[in-house]
């Protein structure tokens, strides 16, 4: 587990370095290395277990659908003739990702009709938010609106579900996985300043991403380990 790690970080800083010059194929060669060096590390995890949990499958079968998404991501970056069709081909391929965790969440732990009004009630509340939040955060999500604000709804869930999991049951697999989704959240904020913004995308826009989102990733692969 340590070996994938190092290997991860090496790889993912060498990812950073190659786009802060530009998007390339050989770039996102190494995007996705970083995304499968995850899925092993996962992988790695559930083999620890005495019987692989049914947890470990829906991160290994969610890390895959992420690993979709940050080619397709990519790819609009490479081919810009075809960037509508590689932008909703991303946020379908991690808000499929996203949506294993939904199934998995709702039939895994008690959820009476309090907790999912809560849940539904707080999650239209913060996208809510980021809708509101577009113009004073200089953002023009022009034909991507109605999916941004979806793929919101689907990923900002998954994060309340895992603070209720946490809450519910405390553990470090939860503690671990929750603060991975807030890692998430954090790199799709930094992310939309890069895809919609008004301004040029500046360097920090791309490092802080890239520390968000490859740390959410290992946090979300190792949340099978802190499961054994």
């Known amino acids: 587990m340590l ?3 190092l290997v991860f970080v ?5 990812y950073v370095r190659l786009k802060l010059r530009g998007a390339s194929l ?5 995007k996705a290395l970083t995304t499968v060096l995850c899925i092993a590390m ?3 995890a559930a083999h620890m277990q005495t019987h692989v949990s049914a947890w470990a499958m829906v991160v290994v079968l969610a890390l895959v659908c992420g690993l979709l998404g940050d080619v397709f991501l990519d790819l609009k970056l490479i081919y810009r003739q075809d960037d509508a069709w590689f932008t909703y ?3 379908i391929a991690f ?3 996203h949506l294993l965790y939904w199934a998995y969440f709702f039939t895994q732990f008690d959820w009476g009709s309090d907790a999912v009004l809560w849940w539904l009630g707080l999650n239209v509340a913060l996208v809510a938010g980021v809708w509101l939040t577009e113009k004073p955060m200089q953002l023009n999500y022009d034909r991507f609106r109605a999916i941004s604000l979806l793929y919101a709804f689907v990923l900002l869930g998954v994060l309340l579900q895992a603070a209720y999991a946490w809450w519910q049951q405390p553990s ?3 503690a671990v996985f929750t603060v991975g989704m807030l890692a998430f959240v954090a790199s799709d904020v930094i992310l939309s300043q890069s895809y919609f913004g008004k301004r040029p995308e500046q360097p920090w826009m791309i490092i802080g991403n890239y520390a968000c989102y490859f740390g959410a990733q ?3 692969a190792w949340s099978v380990w802190a499961s054994v």
């Open 89 to 91: 081909a991303g946020f």
């Open 172 to 174: 470090w697999q939860w």
């Open 10 to 14: 090496l790889v993912a800083v060498a």
């Open 95 to 97: 808000g499929v990702g």
């Open 3 to 5: 070996g994938l790690f």
């Open 26 to 30: 050989y770039a996102l060669a190494l």
């Open 42 to 44: 996962a992988v790695c």
């Open 218 to 220: 290992c946090l979300v």
